[in-house]
Protein backbone atom coordinates (compact mmCIF):
# COMPACT_ATOMS: atom_id res chain seq x y z
CA UNK A 1 0.00 0.00 0.00
CA UNK A 2 0.92 3.47 -0.90
CA UNK A 3 1.07 6.17 1.96
CA UNK A 4 1.28 10.04 1.79
CA UNK A 5 0.86 12.73 4.67
CA UNK A 6 -1.90 15.43 4.21
CA UNK A 7 -1.66 18.83 6.74
CA UNK A 8 -4.69 18.69 8.91
CA UNK A 9 -3.75 22.00 10.74
CA UNK A 10 -0.55 24.49 12.16
CA UNK A 11 -0.92 26.40 15.35
CA UNK A 12 1.55 27.44 17.27
CA UNK A 13 2.88 26.14 20.77
CA UNK A 14 5.07 27.52 23.18
CA UNK A 15 8.08 25.56 24.59
CA UNK A 16 9.27 25.19 27.98
CA UNK A 17 12.15 27.68 27.06
CA UNK A 18 9.53 30.37 26.86
CA UNK A 19 9.73 30.52 22.60
CA UNK A 20 7.37 30.22 20.40
CA UNK A 21 7.02 27.25 18.04
CA UNK A 22 4.99 26.49 15.01
CA UNK A 23 3.59 22.91 14.77
CA UNK A 24 2.12 21.10 12.62
CA UNK A 25 -0.77 18.22 12.38
CA UNK A 26 -0.22 15.58 9.37
CA UNK A 27 -2.95 11.98 9.04
CA UNK A 28 -1.37 9.41 7.16
CA UNK A 29 -3.30 8.22 4.00
CA UNK A 30 -3.20 5.19 1.96
CA UNK A 31 -4.11 4.79 -1.64
CA UNK A 32 -6.39 2.75 -2.91
CA UNK A 33 -6.14 0.67 -6.08
CA UNK A 34 -8.84 1.70 -8.26
CA UNK A 35 -9.79 0.08 -11.84
CA UNK A 36 -7.94 3.08 -13.50
CA UNK A 37 -4.68 4.72 -12.28
CA UNK A 38 -6.35 8.40 -13.20
CA UNK A 39 -9.13 7.12 -10.34
CA UNK A 40 -6.67 6.17 -7.12
CA UNK A 41 -7.78 7.36 -4.12
CA UNK A 42 -6.58 7.95 -0.90
CA UNK A 43 -8.22 7.22 2.51
CA UNK A 44 -7.68 7.76 5.78
CA UNK A 45 -5.56 5.34 8.17
CA UNK A 46 -6.36 6.85 11.41
CA UNK A 47 -2.76 7.72 12.45
CA UNK A 48 -2.03 11.24 12.87
CA UNK A 49 1.40 12.77 13.37
CA UNK A 50 3.11 16.00 14.94
CA UNK A 51 6.03 17.78 13.78
CA UNK A 52 7.71 21.07 14.20
CA UNK A 53 7.74 22.90 11.13
CA UNK A 54 11.40 22.38 10.72
CA UNK A 55 10.86 18.97 10.34
CA UNK A 56 11.56 17.34 14.11
CA UNK A 57 9.27 15.28 15.25
CA UNK A 58 6.94 15.51 18.20
CA UNK A 59 5.38 12.98 20.46
CA UNK A 60 1.78 13.98 21.96
CA UNK A 61 1.22 13.28 25.73
CA UNK A 62 -1.98 12.12 27.60
CA UNK A 63 -2.13 15.95 29.20
CA UNK A 64 -1.96 17.28 25.36
CA UNK A 65 1.50 18.57 25.66
CA UNK A 66 3.91 17.72 22.89
CA UNK A 67 7.34 16.58 24.14
CA UNK A 68 10.73 16.66 21.05
CA UNK A 69 12.22 13.08 21.50
CA UNK A 70 15.91 13.31 23.05
CA UNK A 71 16.16 17.45 23.23
CA UNK A 72 13.62 17.76 26.90
CA UNK A 73 11.82 20.42 24.93
CA UNK A 74 8.02 20.47 26.27
CA UNK A 75 5.71 22.56 24.15
CA UNK A 76 1.87 23.47 25.26
CA UNK A 77 -0.85 24.62 22.36
CA UNK A 78 -1.44 28.28 22.95
CA UNK A 79 -4.91 29.47 22.53
CA UNK A 80 -6.25 31.89 20.46
Known amino acids: MDKCLRQLETFVARG??????????????????ALSAAQDQWEPLG??????????????????SFVVAGEG???RRQSH
Open 16 to 33: NDGKTYSVRCYEHLGRIS
Open 47 to 64: VAEYKLADGRPLHECEDG
Open 73 to 75: LEL
